[in-house]
């Protein structure tokens, strides 16, 4: 119906402002946002995070004060001040804009969420509005600066109005049962649509040469960038309400558009790219240091479960990131690892509970179970493709949580406890280092589950070793080639059976890995944790909806996806009874706006490569010869 | 067919130029009704190309996934250098036979210097424990493959584009990534399913080029293709399918005169004209034919079902089953 020609760009405001004026005010704008967050927004405490005190910044003022901060500085950078260039590499505005956005959204949604709990805008002081004209100005401002877009003219538009006799020169991509009304109904929603997406739809613009850096220069930016990650995403798991983790949100989400459109992530992974074992070191160093960070064990809780969720993650996307094998069962093999150590552990309800296997025992036990289980479900079920796997999977996914909860002595043998589970896992003590004990470490405590997020760590670390030297071997060029395409895999000479089976044998055993440790941190397996879906991350869609929400076929992806799924949930408790409406929400507006995921692959990123060469719009290049095939074979016909 | 065993060998190691390397015998393919395959027998000799045509759905590429493992054959069996082919696509590759695809498939995600190393996939053997341990003979291989595939990007002409991702070549070059994935199995029999589809003359004389070049190396080919010229420039032999069955077999000459190929397939004699012409020529034919044959449908339905399965030597027969 519609055909699109991106490439293309214009440099044009959104609202008609000249240029100079409007970097001004966006300036202007930006400092006075900055300054209300000083004064009092509503009167009364009831409000979390005590917005009532004139003189310094309170919950979610401090995220208004720093989205403003960072707005400022973007714009400064916009002028080309010498001591910022490396804050603005493409020399976009959008960047600006973006951030400018992403402060209007803060402090609206403060403002908003102060009178709707309160009961009215009666609530707010007049630092209230203050805060929000201020950041409505900063962003009109902003949305004047000559903004990289997709010109309006590449969008060619081909819709035709249709006409009530049906004779409409494009009926054909419409189904032709539809009636009048509902053409007319597909026309106007091309039309909004159309009339929308040029507005909305940025470009990208290559970076400027890149000042030249020492190696120690780079060093410090590597260790300078975790650390600020750290610091993000400590402040992201200790915020103590769901206000100020909405608004930490918001803020971080357009913080990292607007530096992605700013050149500098571009320019940040070059940097880790040259300088890649100290990056791994320091991403290493970044995430060991979170429990340090943390005054008690409340979010260390948290810490560890991302990583068991994260880790289980990397897992899948063996699976279905390499070898492109959609398993909607996977948590089963997290639970045939957990269930593993769990019978081994010496848990008095374990069914041999005289048995307290050494945890190196256990992990292996573990995740040779689960290795075992791998095979045995993927040896009748890998000769299926596509959907038959999907729906297989998702059927050997809900049999073992079943069989678990009959394995209780009354329905079946007794091997798992069935609804019970396996409860009092003794805590581990690995070289005398009791993990259920607080320890003193050069000043700071770490609590119990500090002590499991550090054990955690090393297998998260671990699995990332295998997933990277796995993906770039033989072994796994032959998966991605399956998962591209496995008739020419076959072609190849791959022996396509036996590889995905490898690669699910691996799946599975990671999982395991994961699964003993899960095992002795809850001290209870019980089988509603390894469901198909449910409240709790991780189970089957979480785990697959992390993978792609984060990238498949990247290692950072689903780490970043597990901690997003992990931590939306787990802040917005509210939401609990549309958890899955929202998650679809969510995996459908992805699947619609980045398809790749948050983390493009390596290969995806490729792409933007080859710019120069014709037809490369990221669609089917062969288009036309692909045409020309078709004509022929239809010639014959 | 020919057992002629005396000619000297090509080279070293090599088998003897003129020595039986693929046998199909009696291959035959139904698909429930269909019978697109029937009963076809073929020899290819080492240092040999030979030409398969036919008419579009005369099951060429069927024959080609019956002798790769792709499809088991209903009846019939075939042996590369004397045993019998598993029937198992990776095996097939395995023993010498690699091949490229009427409809590109290349991994379209992976770079162009990849797709060439998952070529070599059947003759290294690092395993997932090597490929997690690094040691030094991971290296080693991975080193080789690398350079055995810049090797034959370099043979086909694609050196330069490396690092580029498969799906973003431009059509020509598609297929010559094709041919060199292929070749990265280091074959000893190269089947082309209509290696130049799509191409412009330019491109076509390239690949007649390429497809000498190869056969220069050692390796046999046998390829399909519409264009007529250079089928009958390229091969040294030329089989002709029509409706499954193999119509004839020879060289150019003995095809180019056999009157029942002209009536079948190319409508009116070859002579040497370029091969968009050609293209258009069968079409007209074909269009002619699919109209005749419709005629008497219509109008008289004597024999209906049963004239569509017998095999015809007019010109209706070129008609596509579908
Ligand atoms: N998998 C299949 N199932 C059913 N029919 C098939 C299949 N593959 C090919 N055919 C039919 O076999 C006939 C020969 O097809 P094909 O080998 O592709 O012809 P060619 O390559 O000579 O153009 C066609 O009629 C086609 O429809
Ligand atoms: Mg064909």
Redesign the pocket.
Known sequence: MTTTHPGATERTPVVPLPAGAARAATAVGALATAASTLLAWTWTPEFPGNLTISGYPGGLQVLTLTASLLTLLMTAASYHLPGLRWLLPTGSDNAVALLAAGTFATTWYTLVAISAELGGIVNLEPGGYAAGAASLLTLLAALGLPLDRRTRESLRVKVVPPSRDGGSGHAAALPSRLTYPGRLAAFLAARAYLAVSPRLSFTKRPLKAPAHLPAWGEILVVIAAYAAALGIFTYGIDTSYAELFAGFLLTAVFGVIALAQAGVLARLSAITAHQRPIAVAAAFAAAAAFPFTQSDDQYATIGVNILVFATVALGLNVVVGLAGLLDLGYVAFLGVGAYAAALVSGSPSSRFSSIHFPFWAAVLTGAAAAMVFGVLIGAPTLRLRGDYLAIVTLGFGEIFRIAVLNMDGSSGPQLTGGPNGIHDIPDLKILGFDFGQPHQLGGLSLGRFANYYLLMLLFTVFVVTVFSRASNSRIGRAWIAIREDETAALAMGINGFRLKLLAFALGAGLAGLAGTVQAHVTFTVVPEQYQFAGPVPPNSAFLLAAVVLGGMGTISGPLIGASLLYLIPAKFQFLQNYQLLGFGVALVLLMRFRPEGLIPNRRQQLEYHDDTLPGDTGGPTAATPEKDVVGLTQA?A | MTTDTLTTPAGPGAPAPGTPLLQASGVTMR?GG?T?VNNVDLTVNTGEIIGLI?P????????FNCLTGLYVPTEGTVTYQGAVLPAKPFKVTQAGIARTF?NIRLFPNMTVLENVIVGRHCRTRQGLLSALLRGPGFRRSEAESRERAMELLAFVGLDGKADHLARNLPYGEQRKLEIARALASDPGLLLLDEPTAGMNPQETRVTEELIFAIRDQGVAVLV?EHDMRFIFNLCDRTAV?VQ?QKLVEGDSATVQSDERVIAAYLGTPFEGAPGADEAAEVAAAEEHAAGAAAEPATGAASDGTTEDSAPRTTPASQE???
């Not at chain 2, 579009?56 to 024959?63: D, H, L, R, S």
């Open positions: 014959g | 698909f269909l697109a036919g579009n759905g005369a099951g060429k590429t069927t024959f009427q399909i399918l499954g596509d089953p579908k």
